[in-house]
């Protein structure tokens, strides 16, 4: 019964491959988010999306493209991989108020070399 | 830009010593939230703080949120080893919806 799950949990790829993670909820929640984690842990909003409305869109070069299919999902598409994209990415998702707490995926741990 | 430091980064403590976080916003924040990452693993919420000055505990945990509600701390009583990880504190600012975490600060408890 896993809430917010990931794939892939690792992702290794070569510098200028396209590749993409998905995201999907079972929590019924509206609002769902996009996060990176550098190697010093500190967590950067990236994109959220309500209702597949995308409402914030952080300075994220535009390789980086988010998709809503459906409020229960949010993949993330990046173009031309740097180095630099390496990083753990996670989903989250909330209910509708900002004030609600926030549940995190497990994960993707992303390897660009 | 709205930013949230945390200190301290890192801290070793011995099974049984207390140890605190402390949470310093550029802005008045709408409210605090408290994360806790443990290795290898993803964020789970532990607590939200709303009021001014508010306090609240949870078994060994208390968390605080200022008077000025630009600031926050989180205080373990008699640490152990299960509570290795990073804590992470979240606000929101005023007239916003995005949640603003904070820089974290590592734990590493030795038994």
């Known amino acids: 019964d896993t809430a917010v799950s990931q794939t892939p949990k690792y992702l290794v790829t070569q510098m200028g491959n396209d590749k993409s993670i998905k995201c999907e909820q079972n929590l019924g929640h509206d609002t769902m988010y996009w996060y990176k984690q550098d190697s010093k842990k500190f967590l950067k909003i990236m994109f959220s999306y309500n209702n597949k409305e995308l409402i914030i869109n952080e300075t994220v070069p535009n390789r980086f493209s988010p998709k809503s299919p459906d409020k229960a999902h949010l993949n993330l598409h990046i173009n031309s991989l740097e180095l630099g994209d390496s990083a753990v990415y996670f989903c989250a998702s909330r209910l509708a108020s900002p004030y609600n707490e926030q549940f995190f995926g497990p994960g993707t741990r992303l390897t660009v070399l | 830009g709205q930013q949230v430091m945390q200190i301290p980064q890192y801290q070793h403590v011995q099974e049984g010593e207390d140890f605190t976080t402390y949470c310093n916003s550029s802005?008045?924040?709408?409210?605090i939230q408290w994360y806790k990452q443990r290795p290898g693993g993803h964020p789970v919420f532990l607590i939200q703080l709303v009021k001014s000055g508010e306090v609240k505990k949870q078994k060994r945990l208390t968390f605080q949120f200022g008077e000025a509600k630009k600031n926050s701390s989180l205080h373990i009583t008699a640490t152990q080893t299960t509570d290795v990880g990073t804590y992470f504190c979240a606000g929101l600012g005023d007239n916003t919806d995005k949640l603003i975490f904070g820089t974290g600060t590592r734990l590493q408890v030795f038994p």
């Open positions: 802005t008045t924040l709408s409210n």
